[in-house]
């Protein structure tokens, strides 16, 4: 079993920066260093989407279009936490941000997820 705790998120004027944080307890880091994590958001009225993604070791990155070459995703296994580093920041990017994790990769199913933090973005 794996918890999922986000924090950071917060209210940003556009073009500012952001960095939400995700802290996963229950599997040692020597496990959780295979784990697959990533990041999904929900804006008011639609549905959850996905943002971004890691793999095991850090070894691969995936992102969704519109937050490319805006959002980095990385993870500091020592410590069983994942990041979403925002930049350039935009009212459209105003969602619930949830981390969720796996111990398989599929960009489209996660197993384990947090309970979500709010970033808003004022124009």
């Known amino acids: 079993q794996v918890f999922l705790v986000e924090s950071g998120g917060g209210l940003v004027q556009a073009g500012e920066s952001l960095k939400v944080s995700c802290q996963a307890s229950?599997?040692?880091?020597?496990?959780?260093?295979?784990?697959?994590v990533g990041w999904f958001r929900q804006a008011p009225g639609k549905e959850r989407e996905f943002v971004a993604a890691?793999?095991?070791?850090?070894?691969?990155?995936r992102y969704t279009n519109s937050v490319k070459g805006r959002f980095t995703i990385s993870r500091d296994d020592d410590k069983n936490t994942v990041y979403l580093q925002m930049n350039s920041l935009k009212p459209e990017d105003t969602a619930v941000y949830f981390c969720?994790?796996?111990?398989?990769?599929?960009?489209?199913?996660?197993?384990?997820w947090g309970q979500g933090t709010q970033v808003t973005v004022s124009s």
């Open positions: 890691i793999r095991m070791h850090g070894r691969h990155t």
């Open positions: 229950g599997p040692p880091p020597a496990v959780f260093i295979r784990y697959s």
């Open positions: 969720v994790a796996d111990e398989r990769y599929n960009p489209n199913e996660w197993t384990y």
